[in-house]
């Protein structure tokens, strides 16, 4: 994974981003979502032109910079218009000496049985710590997946079931013999954009797709 860490660690580096510290007080975002919009993993219309796929690790600085800076802008420009919908790909790139980014992505899985993966999602983001330090620990995912008000009990129980944790590391797998090495890697309609991009050109490619009589079309690995 040194090939991961080096972009990852590029992008911040272009982007300025400051280090992330322990959480104290959860952050809890203002983007509601409701659960017609939601399915799972996934926000937005089946019948959208537009598939955005998002390989993301949950400890990736600069996937926390396109969920808090670029995230609601997607959705409330076309996603509730009906242009787009977006499917999570969760991996878990960065386990060097920790299963931070596993236990992350299991807690997310797990809220996504109960349709809150999108809230569970954007906490965890919002209320990143720093890489593979311990911060986001049992306790921490925990208060994740309280704060994105989950049935604790039903969610206790899946984290502790092995196939979750090992759908995650499959879905690592196959993104990564799919060439996607590093994240975040946005695939849109067969599309890829590697890193942090300019709203605009995202946008700007939306838009063209929508227009396009082609149908929505992935080159994800199958799942």
């Not at 076309?78 to 790139?93: N, Q, T, W």
């Amino acid at each position: 994974m040194t090939f991961v860490a080096v972009v990852v660690g590029a992008v911040i580096i272009f982007f300025g981003l400051p280090k992330n510290e322990p959480p104290g007080e959860l952050i809890v975002p203002a983007m509601a979502y409701t659960d017609e919009l939601t399915n799972g993993e996934v926000v937005g219309s089946p019948d959208a032109p537009v598939v955005m796929e998002v390989y993301s690790d949950f400890q990736c600085p600069a996937c926390k910079l396109f969920v808090t800076d670029q995230l609601s802008g997607l959705v409330n420009e076309f996603v509730k218009p009906g242009l787009l919908r977006i499917e999570a790909r969760d991996v878990a790139f960065l386990t060097r000496g920790s299963d931070e980014s596993l236990r992350l992505a299991v807690g997310a899985a797990c809220a996504a049985e109960q349709d809150r993966y999108w809230q569970f999602h954007d906490i965890a983001f919002y209320n990143q710590g720093r890489e593979n330090q311990g911060d986001h620990d049992a306790a921490f995912i925990a208060r994740v997946a309280d704060a994105a008000g989950v049935d604790r009990a039903a969610w206790d129980t899946c984290i502790a079931r092995s196939d979750v944790a090992a759908e995650i590391q499959s879905q690592t797998n196959g993104a990564t013999s799919a060439g996607i090495s590093s994240t975040p890697t946005l695939v849109v309609n067969g599309e890829r954009f590697v890193g942090v991009q300019q709203y605009s050109v995202l946008a700007e490619r939306i838009r063209a797709l929508a227009a396009s009589p082609s149908p929505a079309a992935s080159e994800a690995p199958a799942q």
